[in-house]
């Protein structure tokens, strides 16, 4: 274990539904959140449109076209040594309202097969119950998660899902970055505001109504998945204190808060002794109704999985220049590099994360995703020579394996994010790739969706084939 990882480390990629599959209205399946997001990039930000609007350019309508192709993406993973893969059901493909009393079995028979050729390739599918899409029917009918009824949807999608798969399906999560509500609360959440609203009363109530509903999910996971774990999800933004000045310090920890809110509830299952003062701060009173505390009692997780990217800077006052990139916020940091979009690099801040969350809550970890958003180059030898993405992977590793090895941290596996190169989600971009596969396809949409192997593909398979050993030996 020195000298490389355990032997059942699940090494693998992921990915999410609305950022590979396209087939957006194909076999019943009905609009979502994901499909109302035009394409922008690091300077113009998306629109969320209201519906599908004519001769607008959606990227996840055709994205990079998973739905007809898993079986060839899938043989690539498996090429590559891949033992687990993570990627999420789509909501809107088994209820394309979001408030139908059935599910459409169309949907329900795409994941079957997805999950059936994944084992058959020895590869444990990761499964992710919500990853950014929203039903656009419950945005439009009910508000989306402001409105408690969500529960209930949830609760009904996630039976469907987890009656058809639970018996082939040992991980699954929850939400994905349940945590990103605060930062953009439309993509997570499908959450607009009227004017003048209180929009952290928007935001917490709605947080709590998928508290409960990542609950009610775990609960029907022991029931119809009995022997698999289930976890939550959260964007892990590791946060340093400017300066050694003590209101810097506690600036840190104040912006934490509204990220720990969440694995507070999901594991100890309640609220923490800090969040009636932090939230009356806000202005927010939520409305708890009997059986909730119970229910978030009964719903706890037995691992948390991260998505770790950067780290940010707190300070209680100008504390310099903002950090643009950031989707975290925060001051920049002078001792980091940043990737082209501006998002801060930080190998170390991995580990230092795995540390805080193990302290805190002593539950097994997944890194479920971290890797470079970066262009590439299609080269004329037909090749993408890509040693920065592996770079950044290998010194990400490298820290996983010290807060193993050295601090007796659980890890339980590394699933880089966009294994295939796919629609940014904060961009809508497909220039900004993460893959170690790369998809012929631009901005605009055009491209023959062909696979390349990237050099990041070969280096990775080589890391799995050495059980880590070869990120290690450098
Ligand atoms: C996470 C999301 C992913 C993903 C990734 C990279 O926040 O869970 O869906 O896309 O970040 O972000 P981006 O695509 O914006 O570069």
Not at 4 to 12: A, D, M, R, T, V
Not at 122 to 137: F, M
Not at 200 to 208: E, G, K, N, P, T
Request: proline share 5%; hydrophobic share 40%.
């Amino acid at each position: 274990m020195t000298n490389s990882f355990p032997k059942g480390f699940l090494w693998g990629g992921a990915v999410a539904a609305n950022q590979v599959e396209g087939a957006w209205n194909e076999d019943g399946k009905g609009p979502s959140t994901a499909d109302v997001a035009t394409a922008g990039s690091r300077e113009v930000p998306r629109e969320y449109t209201d519906g599908v609007q004519p001769g607008r350019f959606y990227p996840s309508h055709e994205a990079v076209d998973f739905y007809h192709r898993y079986r060839e993406d899938i043989a690539l993973f498996a090429e590559m040594g891949f033992r687990a893969f993570r990627t999420s059901v789509n909501w809107s493909r088994i209820f394309p309202n979001g408030d139908e009393a059935e599910p459409n079995a169309a949907g329900l028979d795409f994941y079957d097969r997805l999950v059936d050729e994944l084992l058959a390739h020895d590869i444990r599918p990761v499964l992710t119950l919500s990853h950014y899409e929203v039903p656009y029917g419950l945005v439009e009918r009910y508000g989306s998660w402001r409105d408690r009824r969500m529960v209930e949807f949830f609760a009904r999608y996630s039976e469907s899902v987890l009656a058809r798969l639970g018996d082939r399906v040992d991980h699954w999560l929850t939400f994905n970055e349940i945590n990103a509500i605060t930062l953009f609360p439309f993509v997570p959440a499908g959450l607009r505001f009227a004017e003048g609203e209180n929009r952290d009363a928007v935001i917490y109530q709605a947080a709590h109504h998928q508290l409960l509903a990542s609950a009610r999910a775990v609960e029907l996971a022991r029931q119809y998945s009995p022997g698999s774990q289930v976890g939550m999800m959260m964007l892990y933004p590791t946060t340093y204190a400017q300066t050694c000045h003590p209101q810097d310090a506690l600036e840190r920890v104040q912006m934490m808060r509204p990220h720990w809110l969440f694995p507070e509830v999901q594991v100890h299952g309640r609220y923490p002794s800090w969040a009636e003062a932090f939230l009356r701060g806000k202005g927010v009173t939520l409305d708890l109704q009997p059986g909730d505390a119970e229910l978030l009692a009964r719903g706890t997780v037995d691992y948390i999985g991260i998505s770790y990217y950067m780290s940010v800077v707190a300070s209680h006052q100008d504390g310099g220049e903002i950090s643009h990139g950031n989707i975290a916020g925060g001051f920049r940091n002078p001792y980091l590099a940043e990737s082209d979009w501006g998002w801060q690099i930080d190998p170390l801040g991995l580990r230092l994360a795995l540390n805080e969350l193990n302290d805190r809550y002593h539950k097994p970890i997944f890194v479920v995703e971290n890797g470079l958003g970066a262009y590439d180059e299609l080269t004329a030898d037909g090749r993408v020579h890509d040693p920065y993405r592996s770079e950044y992977l290998a010194a990400h590793l490298r820290q996983i394996h010290a807060a193993m090895t050295e601090d007796g941290v659980e890890v339980m596996g590394f699933t880089p994010w966009g294994c295939l190169d796919c629609v940014s989600m904060s961009t809508g971009q497909m220039s900004k790739r993460y893959g170690l596969i790369y998809v012929d396809r631009d901005d605009a949409g055009q491209g023959s969706l062909r696979r390349i192997r990237k050099d990041s593909f070969e280096w990775y398979r080589e890391v799995i084939a050495t059980g880590g050993a070869s990120v290690l030996k450098d």
